[in-house]
């Protein structure tokens, strides 16, 4: 594949307090290492990007909570991408941000930075359901947050919303979502929990402190919102995303069109050139072994946990889970087959007719894509579309 | 060495009261192991048998012994299978010798299998030497359980031997005993051989070995062998004794135990309980007792991928080398295709045929649920057929009459438990005979219950309802005539032959319902609706709805990490490949055996 421009992943491994579902990659001790891990940041892009300054069209600050770094971190690390790569002009800049971490002054600064667009993890307006996920803020201080955002121009913003939460009612989501749109967000992403082995609430679930979320519920919440969103005028883009006309999130965009995209920072994951990586996750750890001397060659670091080459298999699989996952684009069927030089319907002929059978899929305009009923069962569809490895 | 310095002897316990342990400790303290050679319990060699902490084989060992007046004695132990399954192998096992080790735990007191090992002992008129074991923990009570022994058994309190298997105490004692009490083997050299096969096992260098006591007679290693019950001959590849290891001897006589290594190619043409001869000078009579063992539980095992037919078929030969007692013959499934019709001595030789194919052969099986073989008389021809797989049951009205096995059942519990007991007994068709207290707060309940009732899950409910406290033991007691009818199951609308069970048409009902249930929450939903039924004739008599999967989405893509997106969609996707399709319904290996499951209450 033609890797016109790419996108830039970068992680920041800190939060204060670790949510009681989180499996992320993310560290509440490490605090203080937060301006030596944004210099390790640019140390990184300099041995993934020698010399040739490849042009980029989005960075995403993920995490972790990267509104703990303060304004100067981030504006080190964006000045290093300018440095190392060739950034657009009208990239599309985002900022995960938990709504307590942010005040106007912080705001300010970040936008100078060149940030331009904010990711606020709000996932529940309810007191109970926010304290079950242990999250540390309260409605009233992301109604705060979105203020001061606007107040200095950041006004693309995306807000995310979990459901499925146990003790949640389908009422008690409806109240979130509309919540919600009433702050006008240019962009939705609304979640389903998954309860992850070794969380706490893994643990509350099996001594029997939660009761397992009940999937149908969780449908009917998911199908709730799907309307509501299309009634307030938001295209319903990814399977769990939601954009303004015009405001889809171009980094997400890559993911889910297969593209190429660097990992920097502990925990990260990349995909460019034909291979697959990881960075290693823990932060210590990477920040020695950065200070390693002979990096393997673009796009890898000497902080590579593990990599490998994508095979053709793997690289159709990918691309059917990943593709599929964007409702209105779906997938191509002619760049399909002049990429891999087969059609899909050759490479997976009965299943294609079960899925179309069962109404999962269905193809319009020599796309293919997922019907109505297809975006509840996706799981269903991505894993019927792996192909063994030969 | 004279005869008269032979002991043949075997410990009988009730299981965990330590018949390993002090098989152990004898070896020790006879010198036949070092400790360096000392691994944990010696006699219980199979991996399976030590983990599941129960004597499957018998096997034998030879130890010698410097007693105290000085003579230096030959000890044979025979080791008895641990579990009610191998009643038959024990009883056996106990033939070949002239007393027993009757081990008791200390804290527990005698229970079920002690008095049923004890009484085939009896029969087989053995010198019973009483042991009250594990007497170094502090809840020992050595001196009532020396008690019991006298009440229940009739043998004096002052006999019993108190020791601790575990530290050694008083081991010694017991050697003593052995010599003292138990009588050396009578013996005639003179008399055509008799040796009483007590096991045997398959090698593959030299084909099945007999485990023999030899009672009458000698035999030269050059000469040639014959079994009296099939007049199969043999000409032995090696004739020895076990040290514990085999070890080749010239002779072997009157009065010893050994092995005949037979170059036969099945245990079944050397089965258990047979009796060894010479082929120029055989016998008149055998040695008295032989039975082929036969099968009471059946079920049929299937190959989760239809490619490892061939693969399971190859293992379950190899595994009957060494089991006379496992029978297996095709059988074709509309539900799981091809597969095995298996024949166990009970549920728990099933459990352990399954998890070897399993661990050693690497096999993923589906098992259906076990049953038990039924006999029918057809209606109009008044034929007689025999059924070991309820699928195979001719719908109701064509068949007169059917009949199926029950079995004399003893409960020894703590009479604290004895209605919950009747209580379970009751519910699955158990007929009360009778009750004995052979000490106080104890009680023996004996019941006859057909053995479909109690292969499944009924131990379990046993030991649940009693907190562990109740025993169990049984042996046949031959065919009953009962109301019994097929009980179908149809998974979307279509009869799966493998789940049908046979029950008594007053719990059909009730059985359905609960099976339907089972199942219910066995088989995951599907894209569609998954109606499933129970059905007795072509009647249906209870239902339930899997309903149609509604959502099924991967949470959030974190930061990019596609590689773990694929990698659960191929872990997903390697979860279906392990279900049967039945239709086009995905059904899981689990639910094959929901039936194990169900509940009485
Ligand atoms: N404390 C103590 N434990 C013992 C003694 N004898 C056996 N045990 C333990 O009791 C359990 C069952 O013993 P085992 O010999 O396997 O019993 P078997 O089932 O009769 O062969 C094991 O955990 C032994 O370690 C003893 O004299 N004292
Ligand atoms: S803020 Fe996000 S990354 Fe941090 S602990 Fe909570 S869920 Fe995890
Ligand atoms: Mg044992």
Same mark, same amino acid.
């Given at each position: 594949?033609?890797?016109?421009?790419?996108?830039?992943?970068?992680?920041?491994?800190?939060?204060?307090?670790?949510?009681?579902?989180?499996?992320?990659?993310?560290?509440?001790? %490490?605090?203080? &290492?937060?301006?030596?891990?944004?210099? !390790?940041? $640019?140390? @990184?892009?300099? /041995?993934? +990007?020698?010399?040739?300054?490849?042009?980029?069209?989005?960075?995403?600050?993920?995490?972790?909570?990267?509104?703990?770094?303060?304004?100067?971190?981030?504006?080190?690390?964006?000045?290093?991408?300018?440095?190392?790569?060739?950034?657009?002009?009208?990239?599309?800049?985002?900022?995960?941000?938990?709504?307590?971490?942010?005040?106007?002054?912080?705001?300010?600064?970040?936008?100078?930075?060149?940030?331009?667009?904010?990711?606020?993890?709000?996932?529940?307006?309810?007191?109970?359901? %926010?304290?079950? &996920?242990?999250?540390?803020?309260?409605? !009233?201080? $992301?109604? @705060?947050?979105? /203020?001061? +955002?606007?107040?200095?121009?950041?006004?693309?913003?995306?807000?995310?919303?979990?459901?499925?939460?146990?003790?949640?009612?389908?009422?008690?989501?409806?109240?979130?979502?509309?919540?919600?749109?009433?702050?006008?967000?240019?962009?939705?992403?609304?979640?389903?929990?998954?309860?992850?082995?070794?969380?706490?609430?893994?643990?509350?679930?099996?001594?029997?402190?939660?009761?397992?979320?009940?999937?149908?519920?969780?449908?009917?919440?998911?199908?709730?919102?799907?309307?509501?969103?299309?009634?307030?005028?938001?295209?319903?883009?990814?399977?769990?995303?939601?954009?303004?006309?015009?405001?889809?999130?171009?980094?997400?965009?890559?993911?889910?069109?297969?593209?190429?995209?660097?990992?920097?920072?502990?925990?990260?994951?990349?995909?460019?050139?034909?291979?697959?990586?990881?960075?290693?996750?823990?932060?210590?750890?990477?920040?020695?072994?950065?200070?390693?001397?002979?990096?393997?060659?673009?796009?890898?670091?000497?902080?590579?946990?593990?990599?490998?080459?994508?095979?053709?298999?793997?690289?159709?699989?990918?691309?059917?889970?990943?593709?599929?996952?964007?409702?209105?684009?779906?997938?191509?069927?002619?760049?399909?087959?002049?990429?891999?030089?087969?059609?899909?319907?050759?490479?997976?002929?009965?299943?294609?007719?079960?899925?179309?059978?069962?109404?999962?899929?269905?193809?319009?305009?020599?796309?293919?894509?997922?019907?109505?009923?297809?975006?509840?069962?996706?799981?269903?569809?991505?894993?019927?579309?792996?192909?063994?490895?030969? | 060495?004279?005869?008269?310095?032979?002991?043949?002897?075997?410990?009988?316990?009730?299981?965990?009261?330590?018949?390993?342990?002090?098989?152990?400790?004898?070896?020790?303290?006879?010198?036949?192991?070092?400790?360096?050679?000392?691994?944990?319990?010696?006699?219980?060699?199979?991996?399976?048998?030590?983990?599941?902490?129960?004597?499957?084989?018998?096997?034998?060992?030879?130890?010698?012994?410097?007693?105290?007046?000085?003579?230096?004695?030959?000890?044979?132990?025979?080791?008895?299978?641990?579990?009610?399954?191998?009643?038959?192998?024990?009883?056996?096992?106990?033939?070949?010798?002239?007393?027993?080790?009757?081990?008791?735990?200390?804290?527990?007191?005698?229970?079920?299998?002690?008095?049923?090992?004890?009484?085939?002992?009896?029969?087989?008129?053995?010198?019973?030497?009483?042991?009250?074991?594990?007497?170094?923990?502090?809840?020992?009570?050595?001196?009532?359980?020396?008690?019991?022994?006298?009440?229940?058994?009739?043998?004096?309190?002052?006999?019993?031997?108190?020791?601790?298997?575990?530290?050694?105490?008083?081991?010694?004692?017991?050697?003593?005993?052995?010599?003292?009490?138990?009588?050396?083997?009578?013996?005639?050299?003179?008399?055509?051989?008799?040796?009483?096969?007590?096991?045997?096992?398959?090698?593959?260098?030299?084909?099945?070995?007999?485990?023999?006591?030899?009672?009458?007679?000698?035999?030269?290693?050059?000469?040639?062998?014959?079994?009296?019950?099939?007049?199969?001959?043999?000409?032995?590849?090696?004739?020895?004794?076990?040290?514990?290891?085999?070890?080749?001897?010239?002779?072997?006589?009157?009065?010893?135990?050994?092995?005949?290594?037979?170059?036969?190619?099945?245990?079944?043409?050397?089965?258990?309980?047979?009796?060894?001869?010479?082929?120029?000078?055989?016998?008149?009579?055998?040695?008295?007792?032989?039975?082929?063992?036969?099968?009471?539980?059946?079920?049929?095992?299937?190959?989760?991928?239809?490619?490892?037919?061939?693969?399971?078929?190859?293992?379950?030969?190899?595994?009957?080398?060494?089991?006379?007692?496992?029978?297996?013959?095709?059988?074709?499934?509309?539900?799981?295709?091809?597969?095995?019709?298996?024949?166990?001595?009970?549920?728990?030789?099933?459990?352990?045929?399954?998890?070897?194919?399993?661990?050693?052969?690497?096999?993923?099986?589906?098992?259906?649920?076990?049953?038990?073989?039924?006999?029918?008389?057809?209606?109009?021809?008044?034929?007689?057929?025999?059924?070991?797989?309820?699928?195979?049951?001719?719908?109701?009205?064509?068949?007169?009459?059917?009949?199926?096995?029950?079995?004399?059942?003893?409960?020894?519990?703590?009479?604290?438990?004895?209605?919950?007991?009747?209580?379970?007994?009751?519910?699955?068709?158990?007929?009360?005979?009778?009750?004995?207290?052979?000490?106080?707060?104890?009680?023996?309940?004996?019941?006859?219950?057909?053995?479909?009732?109690?292969?499944?899950?009924?131990?379990?409910?046993?030991?649940?309802?009693?907190?562990?406290?109740?025993?169990?033991?049984?042996?046949?007691?031959?065919?009953?005539?009962?109301?019994?009818?097929?009980?179908?199951?149809?998974?979307?609308?279509?009869?799966?032959?493998?789940?049908?069970?046979?029950?008594?048409?007053?719990?059909?009902?009730?059985?359905?319902?609960?099976?339907?249930?089972?199942?219910?929450?066995?088989?995951?939903?599907?894209?569609?609706?998954?109606?499933?039924?129970?059905?007795?004739?072509?009647?249906?008599?209870?239902?339930?709805?899997?309903?149609?999967?509604?959502?099924?989405?991967?949470?959030?893509?974190?930061?990019?990490?596609?590689?773990?997106?694929?990698?659960?969609?191929?872990?997903?996707?390697?979860?279906?490949?392990?279900?049967?399709?039945?239709?086009?319904?995905?059904?899981?290996?689990?639910?094959?055996?929901?039936?194990?499951?169900?509940?009485?209450?």
């Amino acid at each position: 594949m033609i890797e016109t421009s790419l996108s830039l992943y970068l992680h920041i491994p800190f939060c204060k307090h670790r949510c009681a579902y989180c499996d992320f990659n993310t560290y509440t001790s %490490l605090l203080d &290492l937060r301006e030596v891990y944004a210099d !390790a940041l $640019v140390a @990184e892009m300099a /041995q993934v +990007a020698g010399d040739a300054r490849r042009p980029v069209h989005t960075i995403f600050f993920g995490g972790g909570t990267p509104s703990l770094m303060s304004p100067a971190a981030l504006g080190r690390i964006l000045d290093g991408v300018r440095t190392h790569f060739a950034l657009a002009p009208d990239a599309e800049v985002t900022m995960e941000a938990n709504p307590g971490t942010v005040d106007l002054e912080y705001l300010t600064a970040v936008s100078q930075t060149g940030i331009n667009r904010l990711s606020f993890g709000v996932q529940s307006v309810v007191p109970s359901e %926010l304290a079950l &996920l242990e999250r540390e803020h309260d409605f !009233a201080t $992301v109604v @705060e947050a979105v /203020q001061m +955002a606007r107040q200095v121009g950041l006004d693309n913003f995306n807000l995310d919303l979990i459901y499925g939460v146990p003790g949640q009612t389908l009422a008690s989501w409806a109240q979130s979502v509309r919540t919600v749109l009433d702050l006008d967000p240019t962009h939705l992403s609304l979640y389903c929990l998954t309860i992850e082995p070794g969380t706490p609430m893994q643990r509350w679930l099996l001594n029997g402190r939660i009761q397992p979320p009940d999937p149908d519920l969780a449908a009917d919440q998911y199908e709730l919102a799907c309307t509501l969103l299309a009634e307030h005028g938001y295209d319903h883009y990814e399977i769990s995303n939601w954009a303004k006309p015009g405001r889809e999130c171009e980094h997400n965009l890559t993911y889910w069109r297969n593209g190429a995209y660097l990992g920097l920072g502990a925990g990260a994951h990349g995909h460019a050139a034909g291979v697959r990586y990881q960075i290693v996750k823990q932060p210590r750890v990477y920040l020695r072994r950065l200070q390693e001397s002979s990096a393997p060659g673009y796009p890898l670091s000497t902080a590579v946990a593990a990599s490998h080459p994508v095979n053709r298999t793997e690289a159709i699989s990918d691309t059917m889970m990943t593709q599929l996952r964007l409702l209105n684009e779906g997938l191509d069927l002619a760049a399909f087959q002049a990429q891999f030089g087969q059609s899909v319907a050759e490479i997976y002929n009965g299943t294609l007719d079960q899925l179309v059978d069962w109404g999962l899929v269905g193809v319009e305009n020599g796309r293919l894509h997922l019907t109505q009923k297809g975006w509840f069962l996706s799981n269903q569809v991505f894993y019927r579309f792996m192909l063994d490895e030969a | 060495m004279t005869q008269s310095n032979i002991r043949n002897f075997c410990i009988i316990a009730h299981i965990d009261h330590g018949k390993s342990t002090l098989a152990d400790r004898l070896l020790q303290e006879t010198g036949t192991i070092t400790e360096r050679e000392m691994q944990e319990q010696v006699l219980d060699s199979m991996d399976l048998e030590r983990e599941k902490g129960v004597t499957i084989k018998a096997s034998a060992v030879r130890m010698k012994y410097t007693a105290k007046d000085g003579e230096e004695y030959i000890m044979n132990l025979i080791d008895t299978p641990g579990h009610v399954d191998f009643g038959y192998e024990v009883s056996r096992a106990l033939l070949g010798c002239e007393g027993a080790l009757l081990v008791v735990d200390a804290t527990q007191g005698i229970e079920a299998q002690t008095l049923a090992n004890l009484y085939l002992a009896l029969d087989a008129d053995l010198e019973i030497i009483p042991v009250v074991n594990k007497i170094d923990l502090p809840a020992a009570m050595p001196e009532d359980v020396a008690e019991e022994v006298e009440n229940i058994i009739g043998l004096p309190a002052e006999d019993v031997i108190p020791i601790s298997a575990k530290t050694g105490q008083n081991i010694g004692a017991v050697l003593e005993a052995i010599v003292k009490r138990v009588p050396p083997p009578t013996i005639d050299y003179e008399a055509p051989l008799r040796a009483l096969v007590f096991d045997s096992h398959y090698d593959s260098y030299k084909g099945v070995i007999a485990y023999v006591r030899v009672f009458e007679g000698k035999l030269n290693k050059r000469q040639w062998v014959q079994m009296m019950s099939n007049e199969v001959t043999a000409e032995p590849i090696e004739i020895g004794v076990f040290a514990p290891a085999m070890k080749p001897v010239d002779t072997l006589s009157a009065g010893e135990v050994g092995y005949i290594a037979t170059g036969l190619k099945t245990v079944r043409e050397c089965r258990v309980g047979d009796t060894i001869t010479l082929r120029e000078y055989p016998a008149k009579k055998p040695l008295p007792g032989y039975q082929a063992v036969k099968p009471m539980v059946f079920a049929g095992f299937y190959p989760t991928e239809g490619e490892d037919y061939s693969l399971l078929k190859e293992a379950l030969e190899r595994l009957q080398l060494n089991d006379a007692a496992l029978v297996f013959e095709q059988e074709t499934s509309d539900a799981l295709n091809f597969g095995f019709r298996c024949g166990f001595l009970g549920l728990f030789h099933m459990e352990i045929i399954q998890e070897r194919l399993e661990r050693e052969y690497d096999l993923d099986l589906i098992a259906t649920a076990p049953s038990v073989r039924y006999e029918v008389k057809m209606a109009h021809t008044g034929e007689e057929i025999v059924i070991d797989s309820p699928a195979d049951l001719p719908d109701d009205g064509n068949f007169e009459e059917i009949r199926e096995p029950w079995m004399h059942v003893q409960i020894f519990t703590p009479d604290e438990y004895y209605g919950v007991v009747m209580d379970l007994v009751i519910k699955r068709r158990g007929e009360f005979v009778g009750q004995e207290y052979p000490a106080p707060g104890r009680v023996v309940l004996k019941f006859d219950i057909p053995l479909a009732e109690i292969i499944i899950d009924f131990y379990d409910k046993l030991k649940s309802g009693t907190r562990g406290y109740a025993s169990m033991d049984y042996e046949t007691a031959g065919y009953r005539a009962s109301d019994l009818v097929k009980l179908e199951v149809l998974v979307n609308k279509a009869p799966v032959d493998a789940l049908a069970m046979i029950v008594h048409r007053d719990m059909a009902y009730h059985r359905g319902q609960k099976l339907v249930t089972a199942l219910k929450n066995k088989i995951p939903r599907q894209m569609f609706e998954v109606p499933i039924q129970a059905a007795t004739g072509k009647r249906v008599i209870s239902r339930a709805t899997v309903k149609a999967m509604r959502k099924d989405v991967l949470a959030k893509c974190y930061g990019g990490d596609i590689t773990r997106k694929r990698k659960l969609l191929e872990k997903q996707k390697k979860g279906k490949k392990r279900m049967k399709m039945i239709g086009t319904v995905e059904v899981p290996q689990e639910a094959f055996m929901a039936v194990l499951s169900l509940n009485d209450d």
